[in-house]
């Protein structure tokens, strides 16, 4: 077995909507890394008890489901991810957004999150890991060669949320988009366990006003600096 530490791992975290995603996903793609996307996690505990009727209260029921639950990243033919929870496509659900408000209630839990730690770790795989969530940096990976916080404006974070959820036919409500997100970050940022904020040796990016690969091309740089990569 390779020690965790053997697999360098860069951690992206951020608040909802940040473009944490995406651009862990562009990153790990440009260096053929493995991705975790650690808020589907959470998103599957809340799907999974919400599917079980499980009271949303129910601390002991959400544990097990944390601990338990079958969950499988799978790429389709087209190169979009699916997400399999029991061996049952649940991509559409897993993002939906009253599974993001599930998760960020779950997320709350202490005893939900140690039950996450080692299925997070485990992710940590050569050639390398790049990790996307809240507490990447300060504890899962707090070794992680690089680590990133990614920030961008409340409206932007909203005006994003509401484009992408347009695009995928949905309807949305600028205004309740943006009273969600500063719900979400209101309580992801203070809960007793693992804050949302950045680690003490983290590198602040603010993704305001600009695009994508502008982003990815910055984390790119900021790994080539330390002598993580060439590309
Ligand atoms: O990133 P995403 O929106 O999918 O995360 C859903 C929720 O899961 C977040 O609002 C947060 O409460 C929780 N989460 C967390 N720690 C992580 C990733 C997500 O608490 N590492």
Do not use: C
């Not at 995603?21 to 999974?48: C, E, F, N, P, Q």
Request: overall charge neutral; charged content about 25%.
């Amino acid at each position: 077995m390779i020690a965790a530490s053997a697999v360098p791992v860069i951690t992206i975290d951020g608040p909802t909507s940040s473009g944490k995603g995406t651009i862990s996903r562009s990153v790990a793609r440009a260096l053929g890394w493995k991705l975790l996307d650690s808020g589907a996690l959470y998103r599957l505990v809340a799907l999974a008890g919400q599917l079980a009727h499980l009271d949303p209260d129910d601390v002991d029921g959400h544990v097990s489901i944390a601990r338990r639950m079958q969950v499988e990243f799978q790429a389709d033919d087209t190169g979009e991810e699916r997400v399999l929870l029991e061996g049952e496509d649940v991509t559409g659900a897993v993002r939906a957004e009253t599974t993001g408000q599930g998760a960020s209630r779950v997320a709350v839990w202490p005893a939900v999150r140690d039950a996450l730690v080692a299925r997070q770790r485990a992710f940590a795989e050569p050639p390398g890991l790049v990790a996307d969530g809240r507490d990447m940096g300060t504890v899962i990976f707090p070794a992680a060669e690089l680590k990133v916080f990614l920030t961008a404006s409340a409206e932007e974070r909203a005006a994003r949320r509401h484009k992408q959820l347009i695009s995928k036919g949905s309807t949305a409500n600028l205004a309740d988009l943006s009273r969600e997100i500063a719900e979400r970050d209101q309580r992801d940022s203070s809960r007793a366990v693992a804050p949302l904020k950045p680690a003490s040796d983290a590198v602040l990016l603010d993704s305001t006003g600009l695009a994508i690969q502008q982003v990815v091309a910055r984390v790119l740089a900021l790994g080539r600096e330390r002598g993580l990569w060439k590309v």
